[in-house]
């Protein structure tokens, strides 16, 4: 959450003249509602479910950048799952970067919506804490203070290094 998935996925796409696609784009467009509605009206269950369904149909499209929620790794075997079907790469942030990319957003966050504003930095620390053992499993991780200029091409070749 704010690690920069879709700026990045949009940019390597481009890079690559691969398609994007957007997990949480697709289930708004698809639900015909937010995430947050989604959250909000049917359950963060039923969001899970649709979002591994979603990502599971990923695979009807060859050589494309997805980007995936936050907690996307975290369910349904997803990050197996992704492993198997593509290039993982973890966009590893600290705790006060992620925080300040996602202040503005809090609203679309249904995960955010009701933390006081005090409190925030030590729910993105705990949540980064459990979410940390998916997001490890990467095939990639990469610092998003050192992505300045790097391009997917020098990312996959210094992975197979």
Known sequence: MGSGKSHWGK???????MAFYDL??????????????????KGEAYFRKIESDLL??????????????????????????????????????????????????????PVLKNINKGEMLFFVEQKLKERSQYYTQSKIELKVSELKN????????????
């Not at 940019?11 to 003249?17: A, H, L, P, Y």
């Not at 079907?85 to 990319?101: F, I, M």
């Not at 790097?150 to 290094?161: E, H, K, L, M, Y």
């Open 11 to 17: 940019i390597w796409s481009d890079e690559t003249g």
């Open 24 to 41: 949480d784009d697709i289930i708004e467009k698809e639900e015909n509602m937010s995430v947050d509605e989604l959250f909000d009206k």
């Open 56 to 109: 599971r149909r990923m695979a009807n499209h060859d050589n494309c950048v997805v980007s995936c929620g936050g907690g996307t790794p975290c369910y349904d075997d997803n990050m197996k799952w992704m492993n198997e079907n593509g290039l993982t790469v973890y966009l590893q942030a600290s705790p006060v970067k992620l925080l300040e990319n996602i202040l503005d957003e809090i609203e679309k966050r």
């Open 150 to 161: 790097t391009t997917i091409n020098d990312i996959i070749q210094n992975s197979n290094s």
